[in-house]
């Protein structure tokens, strides 16, 4: 069975700084990987996607994030975080032969703080 | 604009009383999902509908059922809630082979 690793539950960046948030993926076969952030009480937004390809992959909002089968990692950068993009952030990875057809497996998600 | 629509947005229900959630989609997509999502917690997949197949995930309690009357509409029947049962609960859609999921907003069940 496929699982999502986020090892940081909380992260505090200050606006204007970088940012990384790391995801860690175990999956038998070629993972189909998703970024998604959730504002509080909202629902989900998809940031960005990896299937194939190129192994760096651009989102909306000036985020990417690069797959690195060798580390099994998908982490998630941005280069100069904004006040608004505190929110939490979710990894997810695809499960069955449809990629993510047949329903997402989450990380637990790390929580973003911006600091002024 | 096409969309994933989740009504209501707040649910509040006694402990034991059945409650129906909805979801609608206006994308036409054949897939349509039901997560539940507790609080500081991931979202986890109930079951989705590929057309009219089902698929429930082994770990899905019984008392959380699904109904999808046509390719627009999904609805998330929970027959007997119980207190753990107080959640977000999301809905999302794909077209199988896309691989994307599109989420709507979700509903926030209270059990009281």
């Known amino acids: 069975a496929q699982s999502v690793t986020q090892p940081d539950i909380h992260i505090t960046v200050s606006e204007g700084a970088s940012l990384e948030l790391r995801c860690n993926y175990s999956y038998g076969a070629t993972p189909y990987l998703f970024w998604y952030v959730q504002s509080p009480g909202q629902g989900l937004q998809l940031l960005l996607k990896y299937f194939s390809g190129d192994t760096l992959v651009q989102g909306i909002k000036g985020f990417e994030a690069e797959f690195k089968r060798s580390q099994s990692s998908f982490n998630l950068r941005k280069p100069s975080v904004h006040w608004s993009d505190a929110a939490e952030y979710f990894c997810a990875v695809g499960a069955g032969s449809g990629g993510g057809a047949d329903g997402l497996t989450f990380g637990k998600g790390t929580h973003l703080i911006i600091q002024p | 604009d096409a969309m994933v629509i989740q009504n209501p947005r707040y649910q509040v229900t006694q402990f034991g009383k059945p409650v129906t959630l909805s979801c609608s989609q206006t994308l036409n997509h054949n897939v349509m999902y039901w997560y539940q999502q507790k609080s500081s917690q991931a979202p986890k997949l109930l079951f989705h509908y590929y057309d009219k197949d089902f698929n429930n995930e082994a770990d899905t309690p019984d008392n959380f059922q699904s109904r999808r009357p046509n390719t627009s509409f999904c609805f998330l029947d929970i027959r007997s809630p119980g207190l753990g049962d107080a959640a977000m609960y999301l809905c999302?859609?794909?077209?199988?082979?896309?691989?994307?999921?599109?989420f709507g907003p979700g509903t926030r069940l209270l059990v009281l």
């Open positions: 999302a859609t794909s077209w199988r082979g896309s691989e994307t999921q599109y």
